[in-house]
């Protein structure tokens, strides 16, 4: 609700306020998001594609796993600011939306980029409910999504726990989660393998009462997914 404006003077009583016309407000660009085709991202996605078979050696195993016949919820781990885009190589097929954090949104330029590619702001140290709506929205409208659960990066094979907003996204959306463990360290010249999972089921938990409980248990079963991509990578010793 507007708050009162408590500097306005009060009309006489016997005299009706005239309404004045308020210029619309213009959107704030950062809460523009760019759906459909991106040529941008097109391109992006297949240069990198080529580039990584040569430095990387990189390996894409399960793409079948995806389904194509629905919009999904990709979920990875979260090593580096390449990840986004190895993920969105395991399906070349479609355009993945994916959150990045607010700060990249200072710069124009960036986040003229970003938006371009299908990027939009979260504010990663609050419950950003502004972010959550965007990713339902992307969902709503049958697009895809790439979360990566962790919430930020983490060097080494092991993952930090995982959030639970991913799955209240996934629950309330009743999209598929598909896991994707990248193996490797973007070393030149040293082989990396990407793995994707089968997606996790979920329909026990659709079927009952959607809440903390639900969310908990959602991304336990995402977290047994990760463990067996890593070959028991996932989790420190």
């Not at 309404?19 to 085709?37: C, I, L, N, Q, T």
């Not at 629950?171 to 996790?200: A, N, Q, T, W």
Request: proline letters at 6%.
């Amino acid at each position: 609700q507007t708050a009162p404006d408590t500097n306005a003077q009060t009309a006489p009583a016997d005299t009706a306020p005239v309404k004045k016309d308020v210029p619309a407000k213009k959107p704030d660009k950062k809460e523009e998001h760019k759906y459909g085709f991106s040529f941008l991202y097109w391109l992006l996605v297949r240069v990198y594609f080529v580039l990584v078979k040569i430095l990387y050696f990189i390996r894409i195993e399960g793409k079948e796993n995806i389904p194509k016949d629905r919009n999904v919820i990709l979920m990875g781990n979260h090593q580096f600011d390449f990840d986004p885009v190895t993920l969105a190589i395991c399906d070349m097929s479609r355009q993945y939306h994916f959150m990045g954090k607010k700060e990249l949104w200072n710069n124009k330029l960036v986040a003229w980029l970003w938006t371009q590619v299908h990027g939009f702001p979260v504010d990663r140290g609050n419950y950003d409910m502004g972010a959550i709506r965007t990713a339902m929205n992307i969902l709503k409208k049958g697009e895809c999504l790439g979360i990566f659960p962790e919430g930020t990066r983490h060097k080494g094979p092991d993952m930090l726990p995982l959030l639970s907003g991913a799955a209240m996204i996934a629950l309330r959306s009743k999209c598929d989660i598909v896991p994707i463990y990248i193996d490797g360290d973007y070393k030149p010249f040293k082989k990396m393998v990407v793995r994707v999972g089968k997606p996790v089921d979920m329909d026990d938990l659709l079927a009952g009462r959607i809440g903390k409980d639900t969310f908990d248990t959602l991304m336990g079963r995402v977290e047994e997914s990760f463990y067996a991509l890593s070959g028991g990578k996932s989790r420190k010793a």
